[in-house]
């Protein structure tokens, strides 16, 4: 069925989501089947093709339940500790209102403007910029950023930064992406045994050498490793499927929540090329809000290019590109800042801060207190009514 708008295009993603999460199960039982064709291959070398192929199936349908079991205690196990891991990788910690006032204000306001839930918040001590969120439930949902794009980035900038992460929470990528790289890892667990399992025997079938083999036997070693082979890449397929056209619409959420599209366009711009976590594990930077890579790895990128997302960004929500930005050093002001600093108020009687003196200062009301009273026409003094009497009137 075809998405038509924001809402229906992230209610769609998330039944996609839900399908490929279920393609993700189906590849955990692909690989204990390449399992069994090795293990019957190792225990009947000289065996047809045939007969091989029916005893791993055999051997599938018994070991589907302790399969299944096994991957959801793999989740499980997941489910409750992913943050620590995720915070022993990239040095994340959490913070409270008191020791983040500026990032813990911009967050809360952005919940409370669309009655959602405060995920925790953390900051990662690390100079590159970044955010993620994480998290599989609303008790557990969390965003992280790095210090160095608290540093680099205004409030504007910062708040759609946020408002990005804080869509993919609302939108349910967060909990896909966590429980995609938690099967995906299965995969690859798996995988890596079976690889390991077969070099540690040195391809020895049935007792025999490679010269000895009979019957179906390699015929079965060479499918278990292709179906291996084929699931690990279709598992990082998906995983990239999960989170490529998702930056979209999580930016497209950002823009939604704060009304500003180019704070999120300078952000991206900022964050361009300057993202990497020398840190965190190639699942971690899945989840971050750019995940950068160039050349033949592009291929294989979870992330549109921040050019693709700002693009986008320009067509769609009105914003202004202005190309690649270069950030200044560490505690100085851009040039362009729109807040520079503000000058203290001058004295009544001063000019200026450096204490020249112009002579009386007249108010609104009259003369300043112990001052000549000057002529109220004339002159470059506008007319204005004497006060009445009062407590706004000169002192009796």
Request: negative net charge; aromatic residues 8%.
């Amino acid at each position: 069925m075809a998405a038509y708008g924001l809402y229906t295009h992230i209610q769609a993603n998330k039944r996609r989501s839900a399908l490929l999460l279920i393609g993700l199960f189906f590849l955990v039982y692909v690989m204990v089947f390449a399992g069994a064709l090795v293990a019957e291959a190792w225990q009947y070398g000289n065996a047809p093709l045939d007969f091989l192929v029916a005893k791993a199936l055999n051997d599938l349908i018994v070991a589907l339940p302790v399969a299944t079991i096994g991957t959801l205690v793999w989740i499980f196990i997941a489910w409750k500790f992913h943050q620590s891991i995720i915070d022993a990788l990239t040095g994340g910690h959490e913070v409270t209102r008191a020791e983040a006032p500026r990032l813990y204000n911009l967050l809360e306001n952005l919940c409370i403007s669309r009655g959602i839930p405060m995920p925790s918040l953390r900051i990662a001590e690390e100079p590159v910029l970044n955010a993620f969120a994480t998290g599989l439930n609303p008790k557990q949902y969390s965003i992280t950023v790095t210090r160095g794009l608290i540093d680099s980035l205004d409030d504007a900038e910062l708040e759609a930064v946020l408002g990005h992460e804080l869509t993919h929470i609302r939108n349910g990528d967060v909990r896909m992406m966590v429980i995609a790289v938690i099967i995906a890892g299965v995969i690859g667990f798996v995988a890596e045994f079976v690889f390991r399992s077969m070099f540690y025997r040195g391809f020895r079938v049935g007792g025999r050498s490679d010269g000895d083999r009979k019957g179906g036997a390699f015929l079965v070693i060479v499918i278990a490793m292709v179906l291996i082979a084929v699931a690990w890449l279709l598992s990082a397929v998906i995983r990239f499927s999960l989170s490529r056209k998702r930056e979209f619409l999580a930016d497209a959420g950002a823009v939604e929540l704060t009304k500003n599209p180019d704070a999120m366009i300078s952000a991206l711009r900022k964050i361009e090329n300057r993202s990497e976590m020398p840190g965190a594990t190639s699942a971690v930077m899945e989840m971050c809000i750019d995940n950068p890579r160039s050349g033949f790895s592009d291929l294989f990128a979870t992330h549109p290019s921040v050019e693709a997302r700002v693009a986008a960004l320009v067509q769609f929500a009105g914003g202004h590109d202005p190309g690649p930005l270069s950030l200044p050093p560490p505690g100085e002001l851009p040039q362009d800042d729109p807040f520079p600093p503000v000058e203290p108020p001058q004295s009544p009687t001063q000019g200026s801060i450096h204490g020249t003196t112009h002579g009386p200062t007249h108010g609104p009301w009259g003369d300043a207190p112990g001052e000549p009273s000057q002529p109220q026409q004339g002159g470059d003094t506008p007319f204005l009514p004497g006060l009445p009497p009062g407590p706004w009137g000169p002192r009796r």
